[in-house]
T-cell receptor, first 112, second 111 residues
Framework: KAGVTQTPRYLIKTRGQQVTLSCSPISGHRSVSWYQQTPGQGLQFLFEYFSETQRNKGNFPGRFSGRQFSNSRSEMNVSTLELGDSALYLC???????????FGPGTRLTVT | GENVEQHPSTLSVQEGDSAVIKCTYSDSASNYFPWYKQELGKRPQLIIDIRSNVGEKKDQRIAVTLNKTAKHFSLHITETQPEDSAVYFCAAADSNYQLIWGAGTKLIIKP
């Protein structure tokens, strides 16, 4: 079956702009988690959605938000971009978080 | 809240030797401990996981051990091969079923 997909793969934005990233989970998976990965910082948890409801949220400012649609696809939005938001954003899907999460290839966001 | 510490940050071993990476966690209620491997430029992939009702789990050259009393778990890779070179992340699920991640270990296999 098809794996987790993320679009776009690369993005360059300017400070102050906003961005929306998309994640399509493996068919049948209802849980989608989002992570920020920066060199030396490992994986930082942003939030998790299950059946269109946000179940968990990490320690990120309110500029970071997300949502999940009825087909389990999820989007993540970052408003008022800052230079420090430059990172690889990964989503992961699973039948039931936190078990057996499958990651997408990530979206590389660069803020200039 | 849960905190996961991972050591070492870098590990260099001779091809064919064994590698051991250790993680400690703080929340005694944690009950799920996965290990992920991330090769350069690729996505993290689950390689093995263990639940708190099990002390050890093996899958070919990879094994994970869990000591709930001491609150630590370890990844063991035997007969290391060049393709084992990667960054390995441990994680622990907290009481909200959220994964808390270690900082990662860069494993280098020397030929």
């Amino acid at each position: 079956k098809a794996g987790v997909t993320q679009t776009p793969r690369y993005l360059i934005k300017t400070r102050g702009q906003q961005v929306t990233l998309s994640c399509s989970p493996i068919s049948g998976h209802r849980s989608v988690s989002w992570y920020q990965q920066t060199p030396g910082q490992g994986l930082q948890f942003l939030f998790e959605y299950f059946s269109e409801t946000q179940r968990n949220k990490g320690n990120f400012p309110g500029r970071f938000s997300g949502r999940q649609f009825s087909n389990s696809r999820s989007e993540m939005n970052v408003s008022t971009l800052e230079l420090g938001d430059s990172a690889l954003y990964l989503c992961a899907s699973s039948l039931q978080s936190p078990y057996e999460q499958y990651f997408g290839p990530g979206t590389r966001l660069t803020v200039t | 809240g849960e905190n996961v510490e991972q050591h070492p940050s870098t590990l260099s071993v001779q091809e064919g030797d064994s590698a051991v990476i250790k993680c400690t966690y703080s929340d005694s209620a944690s009950n799920y401990f996965p290990w992920y491997k991330q090769e350069l430029g690729k996505r993290p992939q689950l390689i093995i996981d263990i639940r708190s009702n099990v002390g050890e789990k093996k899958d070919q050259r990879i094994a994970v051990t869990l000591n709930k009393t001491a609150k630590h778990f370890s990844l063991h890779i035997t007969e290391t091969q060049p393709e084992d070179s990667a960054v390995y992340f441990c994680a622990a699920a907290d009481s909200n079923y959220q994964l808390i991640w270690g900082a990662g270990t860069k494993l280098i296999i020397k030929p």
